[in-house]
Structure formats: C-alpha cells, structure tokens
C-alpha cells in the first residue's frame, strides 16, 4: 500500500471517529429561551351611558362599537353592574351577535386594585393627611363700662356689639357677667337683626390646663 494510500485511510479513520462526538456536542448546547411576550388583553376604549353603547379595543388594537340593551348581562370583578359602571381601561370578555351585546365581564387591571395587603395598607397609611387647625371666633376686646364686645370672627374681622340686659352671657357653660369675659376667650354668638342676644365663651384648652397647675 503506497504511503499517500495510508495517508488517506488514516484521515477517514480520524473523521469518523471526532465526527460523532461533534455532532453529540452541538445536539447538548441549550436553546436560546424563548422571549415571553405580554399578554394583551380586549379592552374598553369608551362608555356612553347615554346612548347604551360601548367601545372595545380588542386585541389587534381595532376599535368596535357594540349596543347595549336590558337584556345585556354586564359584570365588573364578578359582580353585576350598569353600563354606567363601566369605565375606559377595563379589561374585558365579551358575547355578541354582531354588534349587539349579550354579555360583557369587566375586570379591573391588576396595577389599578387597590394593595388590601398589610404591606400595601401600611404604605397606604404610611403619609397622613395634614389637619388643619380648626379656627375660632374669639373676644379681642371687652368694654364693661360701655357694655360693648368686639369680637374678632373666622375670617379675622372685628366686629363690636352692644351687650344689653337682653344678652345671655355664659364662660365654659356657666352663667356670666360682660366683666367676666376676657379677650382670647373662644365664642359662639347669637345675633338678631345687629343686636347680641346670645354669646357662649369657653376658655381654650391651653389656658384651662394652665388654670388646674
């Protein structure tokens, strides 16, 4: 056998032997995974309540209208609604004959209902809402000799009034005298036709604990 001859049978013998384990190779090499796409969802497009109609945007993004009528069964999250209950957004399943609808469910998207887990009421509690202090009528100035009061009302204006044996006076729920009153006392008043008929002074919080040390 000539050398070139034994040079050939050597190669073929060589490519039969790596050829397989090549091919076992490339067959072990995972596939690529696979891109997950989002699901798309039909969703309500437009409500009119008023005309009992309804647009769905489906899931090729085409926008048909369909009628409503009462024979219509609409649900919203598995309850039975109006059609004015509907909103834009809502994703939903429908029935129809033509345009015509015979059944619609309506879901509310997962990102628009509300957290009711402890995590999600906690964040919800989590930035109160500022209180505003709550703002009072109150004696700016007390004139016992000419039996007169100016009191300062909610929108800061002054007002004086005459005080009259007519008058009820009461202090933190007890009958009073004008001489009892100071200014800062808190006041609710009754007035008729410009004339003071009634005024209820209570002493505010801050100044009735500084009483009691």
């Known amino acids: ?29 995972p596939a690529a995974p696979k891109e997950k796409k989002a699901k798309v969802y039909a969703k309500i ?16 993004g085409k926008d048909t209208q369909y009628t409503v009528d009462k024979f219509t069964t609409i649900t919203l999250d598995g309850k039975n609604v109006k059609l004015a209950d509907l909103t834009t957004g809502l994703r939903v399943d429908i029935s129809a004959d ?18 009711k887990t402890a995590a999600g009421k906690k964040q919800a509690g989590a930035a109160p809402k500022d209180k505003k202090a709550k703002v ?20 800061g204006k002054d007002t004086q009034y005459a005080v009259d044996m007519g008058t009820t006076i009461s202090l933190d729920g007890k009958s009073a ?25 209570a002493t505010p ?9």
């Open 136 to 155: 009072y009528a109150k004696i700016s100035a007390v004139d016992a000799a000419k039996n007169s009061v100016t009191i300062t009302d909610t929108d």
């Open 98 to 115: 033509g345009t015509k609808l015979a059944h619609l469910d309506a879901t509310t998207p997962p990102e628009e209902k509300p957290d």
């Open 1 to 29: 056998m000539s050398r070139y001859l034994k040079l050939l049978l050597g190669t073929l013998v060589i490519a039969a032997v790596v050829a397989p384990g090549s091919l076992f190779a490339a067959q072990k090499q």
């Open 177 to 201: 005298k004008l001489a009892d009153l100071t200014a800062g006392l808190r006041v609710d008043i009754n007035i008729s036709v410009g004339k003071l008929t009634r005024l209820d002074a």
């Open 45 to 60: 497009s437009a409500v009119d309540a008023a005309k009992n109609s309804v647009t769905i945007t489906d899931t090729d």
């Open 205 to 213: 919080p801050a100044d009735k604990s500084d009483k009691k040390k």
